[in-house]
């Protein structure tokens, strides 16, 4: 028999998402300190020149405070609820999915130079969010109506020629929405996704989570 979940107090701090926090610390200290971008953004010449570090940097890095917020805004809230329902999945994800983008990009878009931002890893997270619900409960709509809502977004950016004409506004010229990266993210979540329902057959009940 399935147990519900257990509620968890916010001021219970040992069960507080805190490699997530972290990561969001690095973030705002790289927004803070726009000299080191240059060390950390994902940039493809310096990739193919030996910075490996750059595939998983730089997705923390973000090009303006509204670009920082969005991404930073939802990250929070994805890694509060992941941490909590799908943890296995959650931490996996934060190691193995920016390098998966960043591989992805690195190989099928050559004239991507350079990227950043957390978008594309919170895509991946929140589509498999999603999945999970519609796994569980086909009429749980919320994280799918949430999902919807930020393609919305994605795709209102890319018809304003992707360049921060929309809600999102950089702050470097000839930076656009990397399309690619967010598919790249929802084919890792995908793939996420389809190995647990492979692992998991739907002749019985499923009492983990990932």
């Known amino acids: 028999m399935n147990r519900p979940a257990a509620s968890v107090s916010p001021l219970d701090f040992r069960r507080w998402p805190w490699l997530c926090l972290t990561i969001c610390a690095l973030t705002l200290c790289l ?6 971008r240059a060390w950390f ?10 910075d490996w570090w750059r595939l998983w940097t730089g997705h923390l890095v973000h090009f303006g405070w509204l670009h920082w917020l969005a991404d930073a805004g939802l990250w929070l809230v994805l890694g509060w609820v992941l941490h909590a329902r799908h943890r296995h999945f959650y931490l996996l994800g934060l190691g193995f999915m920016p390098l998966f983008i960043s591989g992805v990009i690195f190989w099928a878009e050559p004239g991507l130079l350079r990227y950043g931002g957390l978008s594309a890893v919170n895509f991946g997270l929140l589509l498999y969010l999603a999945l999970q619900g519609w796994r569980r409960q086909w009429t749980d709509w919320f994280w799918p109506a949430v999902l919807a809502v930020y393609i919305a977004e994605i795709v209102f950016e890319f018809m304003q020629d992707g360049s921060g004409g929309g809600l999102i506004r950089f702050d470097e010229p000839g930076i656009r929405i ?8 929802a084919g890792y979540a995908l793939l996420a996704a389809g190995w647990v329902w492979f692992r998991r057959p739907r002749a019985g009940p499923c009492h983990g989570k990932v």
């Not at 927004?31 to 080191?36: F, I, N």
């Open 178 to 185: 990397a399309t690619g990266a967010h598919l790249a993210g």
């Open 41 to 50: 953004v994902y940039d493809r010449t310096a990739i193919a020149g030996g």
């Open 31 to 36: 927004q803070l300190l726009p000299g080191g």
